[in-house]
């Protein structure tokens, strides 16, 4: 298997060479040459754990890694130590409908799925490689990414991640995970400005050849955690497999098509069920669902991709994103035969017209929405979800009353076939959850609200939450985004090239 470069003009890599580019020279995405097809049908699979899921997946797809060192990046990776959830991924059924639950990890947001098997993927690449150079991890985040990239990545020999993350535009929750974060190699800053600015600022980082010449002749050189890497992307696309295995086990019909409903920001988690789909897995739609920052719900809905319009700053912070960068690599799938003026008017955040795939369908979430989402799953079902997960809610749920009630239930128009993906815990947004039940709560503070939080669902907080309120904040420079460069070389030790 080898990797191309969205933009055409990379070598093709073997997969360990892309994990560890992150991003191609030209500034394209990686992507698999050829898409590997699953060769069995779905109901072999259903025997297998979340591990055996991931090595055979995997396997597919990492194929300079061995057999050997592809058990022991999922081992360490998937193990009742990093989730609290013995199948990693369960499905929770709730009216009908099936709640694949991403949320188990160490951070509690499914980022925890990728990236706590990035970094020893990463660690195995450099090893293979003879590579001696410090990996520097640029990432900006929306808010989960950065808190679990840090989590994946602290105190891993051989790297130093640096996260840029929104100054207000993450939870108190997030910003308090990620301004608290230990680790002899990690570097926090926060950015006055959005998350698309400081995105496009860490690609423009990642091309600046002076600025990689610059930190090589230091021994250092970028990486990504991000989904723009094929690292990233790649293992996301294992629990697409193992919730379909999970529905044959209680009782479908080998074959059957199903939907899924994704809570979309960068695109990466909604692409690799694209993959999977690509793969053989029996997907009917994918639901894409967007919440006020709508741009993908327009694309879908018109055809025009089009980021030039107003921010707008949400109670689902990890979708607050306009310039969605794995959205690149559907582009290059569906439109190899025109693909420089459109990558360019993707860049340049121009408009631009493409054929809308039969793959993809889009809904989208107001702010009241999302509140009465949440007060009505839990009123009616004693289950609390997150914003981003009650965005999915609502796009389920206009997409049935599109569809007529029973329609659209996959192939065969039956109940029970849609998995909604649960992104994140409640608890990592206990003010926007609780104040959606009930307004008295609003004055009480986010960390109050963990311990109400727990009263009304007669559960624990989480153990990752413990002392989070009194807890040392260490991360306290907020940069504009003309200093993120600046801060990158200090960190690293490297004089800027302004002095």
């Keep these: 298997m080898r990797y191309v470069s969205t933009r055409g003009h990379d070598t093709a890599l073997r997969a360990s060479q892309a994990i560890v580019k992150g991003i191609a020279d030209d500034g394209g995405l990686f992507v698999p040459a050829i898409m590997p097809s699953t060769g069995i049908s779905p109901c072999e699979l259903v025997g297998f754990n979340y591990n055996a899921h991931a090595l055979w997946l995997l396997h597919r797809f990492l194929t300079n890694y061995s057999n050997a060192e592809l058990v022991n990046c999922i081992d360490g990776a998937y193990n009742s130590r990093t989730f609290s959830a013995p199948d990693i991924a369960p499905i929770t ?52 990414t950065g808190v679990s990239a840090l989590e994946g ?23 308090r995970h990620m301004t608290t974060m230990t680790g002899s190699n990690v570097h926090v800053f926060g950015v006055k400005g959005n998350f698309d600015d400081a995105q496009s600022e860490v690609k423009r980082l990642f091309l600046n050849n002076e600025l990689k010449e610059k930190i090589a002749a230091d021994g250092f050189e970028f990486s990504s955690a991000n989904s723009i890497n094929i690292g990233r992307l790649i293992p996301q696309m294992v629990y697409y497999f193992h919730a379909y295995s999970q529905l044959i086990r209680g009782g479908m019909t080998s074959g059957d098509a199903v939907n899924f409903i994704v809570p979309t920001g960068n695109f990466g988690n909604i692409l690799a069920g694209y993959y999977a789909k690509k793969m053989g897995l029996p997907i009917d739609k994918l639901i894409c669902a967007s919440n006020s920052n709508k741009v993908l719900f327009d694309y879908f809905d018109t055809g025009v991709f089009d980021s030039s319009r107003p921010f707008n700053i949400t109670s689902s912070p990890s979708m607050d994103i306009l310039v969605p960068s ?3 690599r559907l582009v290059y799938d569906l439109c190899r035969h025109d693909l420089k003026g459109r990558l360019e008017k993707l860049s340049a955040k121009e408009q631009f017209q493409m054929d809308v795939p039969k793959d993809f369908v ?23 979800i997150d914003p981003h997960t009650a965005v999915a809610y609502i796009a389920y749920e206009k ?3 599109a569809n007529g009630r029973d329609a659209g239930m996959g192939a065969k128009g039956n109940e029970g076939k849609n998995i909604i993906i649960s992104t994140a815990s409640p608890y990592k ?21 963990l311990e109400k939080m727990a009263e009304v669902t007669k559960g624990h907080v989480p153990p990752q939450f413990e002392g989070l309120r009194t807890r040392q904040v260490i991360h306290k420079q907020a940069i504009g985004v003309n200093e993120m460069e600046s801060a990158v070389l200090k960190v690293l030790g490297t004089t800027p090239a302004t002095e």
């Design 362 to 384: 889009g809904f989208f979430a107001t702010e009241a929405e999302v509140r009465d989402a949440i007060k009505h799953v839990f009123t009616e079902h004693k289950y609390l």
């Design 153 to 175: 990545f602290k105190d891993v020999p051989g790297t130093k991640i640096i996260v840029f993350y929104p100054e207000n535009g993450v939870s108190v929750i997030q910003k």
């Design 399 to 401: 997409f049935r009353g």
């Design 326 to 328: 794995n959205f690149e």
């Design 429 to 449: 947004f206990a003010k926007t959850v609780m104040t959606s039940l009930d307004s008295s709560y609003e004055k009480y503070d986010d960390f109050d609200l």
């Design 93 to 144: 059924m709730v009216d009908n409908v099936a709640f694949l639950e991403l949320c188990h990890g160490k951070t509690l947001a499914f980022k925890d799925i990728a990236l706590s098997i990035l970094p020893r993927l990463m660690t195995m690449a450099l090893r293979k490689a003879g590579n001696e150079k410090t990996q520097v991890i640029l990432t900006a985040t929306s808010g989960d």
